[in-house]
């Protein structure tokens, strides 16, 4: 898996906003890594939902 960045749709990166600023990096990483674990091509609050439980643990 590469280290690049996934692209997140709009929606999505509101949310980030929401995070705390001093975990949002981490938090950022933890859902990139996710969604590309799963195989997904972009973040989507869809996928953040889905997997929410999963992202939090």
């Not at 929606?11 to 590309?36: D, H, T, Y």
């Not at 997904?40 to 996928?47: I, R």
Request: charged content about 35%; proline content about 4%; glycine content about 6%.
């Amino acid at each position: 898996m590469n280290n690049e960045s996934l692209p997140w749709d709009e929606e999505a990166l509101k949310r980030l906003e929401k995070i705390p600023a001093f975990v949002r990096s981490m938090a950022k990483g933890k859902i990139e890594q996710a969604a590309k674990a799963a195989g997904e091509s972009k973040v989507t609050v869809e996928f953040m939902d889905a997997n929410k439980a999963k992202l939090m643990g």
